[in-house]
């Protein structure tokens, strides 16, 4: 949580795991969370599989699994992707859409760093910058 304080947005790709864990990221800032594949169960319904939002004039998509993502960000206007599933953190761009998955920030999977990302919004371009958490 100290990593997300003085945040304006957060963004959650899914596998929250429990409801709870999002009450907490709200009370730092305002949340867009979608459910992944681990998050299953009446609470997880009230998530969706993909959103869109606008933060700082910019279309953000958020998928869980980028593989599964259906549509063309580029051609749809969106500016960045955010997505999970596979718990590793990365930042590329492609046609001018960054793609960015910033790890995971719960139980350590797959012998990855924990991470998560934040991303400098105050100047064009953006600056995705990944923080590796002390477990």
């Known amino acids: 949580m100290e990593a997300l304080r003085g945040c304006a947005h957060i963004l959650h790709a899914g596998d929250i795991g429990a409801v709870e864990i999002v ?3 709200e009370a730092i800032a305002p949340v ?3 459910r992944g594949n681990v998050d299953t169960g009446a609470w997880a319904e009230r998530y969706p599989e993909e959103v869109t939002i606008t933060v700082a004039g910019v279309r953000i998509h958020i998928v ?5 993502l259906a ?3 580029a051609a749809e206007g969106i500016g960045m992707v955010v997505s999970g ?3 590793k953190a990365g930042h ?3 046609e001018g859409v ?3 998955n910033p790890g995971s920030a719960g139980p350590r999977r797959f012998r990855l760093p924990v991470t998560v990302a ?3 919004t105050g100047a064009a371009p953006w600056r995705v910058e990944f923080i590796e958490l002390a477990v």
Do not use: N, P
């Open 32 to 34: 867009a969370a979608i």
């Open 98 to 100: 960054h793609y960015v």
């Open 118 to 120: 934040r991303v400098v």
């Open 71 to 73: 549509l063309d960000a």
């Open 92 to 94: 590329v761009v492609r």
């Open 85 to 87: 599933h596979s718990h």
């Open 64 to 68: 869980h699994d980028v593989q599964a």
């Open 23 to 25: 009450a907490g990221l």
